[in-house]
């Protein structure tokens, strides 16, 4: 699909099958050299001064929300809010928005699908404000029961674009519809729908949209909240410092516009930079092209673990991201990913960050496999002989 070369961590490490993309993406090679030529040879601070090269860096800083604005067809870039990842968008969200419009027997509405990041905010601003937690079921499939769920109290509805775990893709634009009609907004965990699926915020008709760059092939520290222009512009800041402010006086200070209200503090320019060089390598192969390869590997993985007595797949939804959650009957997750990892096959075990998920479906623990860009069908082949021995070996 993609040329592996551009990949440096396959060379350094070429007996490594890497299946754990949803927790972060290895980097191909434009993303490490804009990082590293723009410390070694264009650094400076950005905003706040007046020399050539601060005046150049900004102007790369400012380039980037705009590719961020394109890539997620916001229609301003003052819509594009760079925080530290998912988690730091998710808790600006509900630190800033939440707090100030929630009232005591509001509801916020989650589901129990969603990752420990799109629970624990909103269990934080629901007993700062009284307002009531709620939480959408999900079947066996993994599969929202969300149609009745939304009420005259709900307020907000926060939810995963992909889940972590069951890999469900969850149908963003009709529960849009149903939150505006209910006068509720939508906030979409797009985490895991990022770097798999186009996103078109506007078709998708979400108020806030969060991802991270670090699982979209950019670097770690930098992440993205896009938000409505005329929702942001109501929201108080969460932090003061410089940079998010017009004036400061002795008793009071008046903030700056959306975006920069929201970024107090030098800002994270090298992540910044380097999030613009992954969204255009993601761009350059073409988010169709990337999801159906995708699929295509999660098909493959699908069939082949489907078949093996005493596996359970957890998550089978007719819309999936390429995620592959299972547990095998008389072997643990982690002993399984320690027999992987002896044949340097890297998957992801435990909870998954997803407690209440995995409590779902009984359990306190599963093994996961997903995939990326730079997997191929034959990885996925060794993977599902490396799990036939594990059972093989494991099971006494
Ligand atoms: N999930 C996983 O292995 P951060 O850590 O802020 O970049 O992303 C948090 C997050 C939020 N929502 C979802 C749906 C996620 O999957 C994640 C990160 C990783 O599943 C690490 S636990």
């Not at 255009?280 to 995708?294: L, P, Q, T, V, Y």
Request: glycine fraction near 8%.
């Amino acid at each position: 699909m993609i040329d592996r070369d551009q990949f440096p961590i396959f060379s350094h490490q070429p007996d490594l099958i890497y299946l754990d993309s949803a927790a972060t993406t290895h980097k191909p090679r434009s993303v490490i050299d804009a990082l590293a030529h723009f410390y070694a040879a264009e650094y400076a601070t950005v905003h706040r001064a007046i020399y050539r090269p601060s005046l150049e860096a900004t102007e790369r800083y400012n380039d980037t929300r705009e590719i961020v604005r394109r890539f997620l067809n916001a229609s301003h870039a003052s819509e594009i809010v760079f925080t530290r990842g998912t988690t730091d968008a998710l808790n600006l969200v509900a630190a800033s928005y939440a707090r100030e419009i929630l009232k005591p027997g509001d509801e916020i509405l989650i589901s129990v699908m969603e990752h420990h990041s799109n629970i624990v905010p909103w269990q934080m601003v629901a007993e700062q404000t009284g307002a009531l937690l709620k939480y959408i079921p999900v079947d066996e499939r993994g599969v929202l029961l969300w149609e009745n769920a939304i009420g005259p109290k709900t307020k907000i509805i926060a939810l995963a674009h992909v889940s972590n775990v069951t890999g469900t893709i969850n149908p963003i634009a009709s529960l849009s519809r149903a939150a505006h009609l209910a006068g509720a907004v939508l906030v979409v965990d797009g985490a895991q729908g990022a770097p798999h699926i186009a996103v078109d915020v506007q078709k998708l008709g979400c108020d806030f949209y969060a991802f991270s760059g670090h699982k979209c092939y950019g670097p770690t520290g930098i992440g993205v909240l896009y938000g409505k222009k005329e929702l942001l512009e109501k929201m108080p800041p969460v932090q003061g410092g410089g940079d998010m402010i017009v004036r400061v006086d002795l008793d009071r200070t008046t903030y700056a516009a959306p975006p920069l209200r929201f970024e107090a503090g030098t800002p994270i320019i090298g992540g910044v930079i380097a999030l613009k060089a992954a969204l255009d390598f993601i761009e350059k192969i073409g988010r169709s092209k990337i999801a159906s390869h995708e699929d295509a590997l999660l098909q493959c993985a699908t069939v082949q673990l489907a078949a093996i007595p005493g596996l359970r797949i957890l998550g089978t939804a007719p819309e999936k991201g390429p995620i592959l959650t299972f547990q095998i009957e008389g072997v643990h997750p982690l002993d399984l990913a320690t027999f992987l990892d002896l044949k340097h096959i890297a998957i992801r075990s435990g909870h998954l960050c997803a407690q209440p998920a995995m409590r779902a479906f009984g359990l306190e623990a599963a093994a996961r496999a997903s995939f990326g860009i730079y997997n191929t069908l034959n990885e996925v082949d060794r993977f599902c002989e490396a799990i036939q021995d594990a059972i093989r070996n494991l099971i006494t």
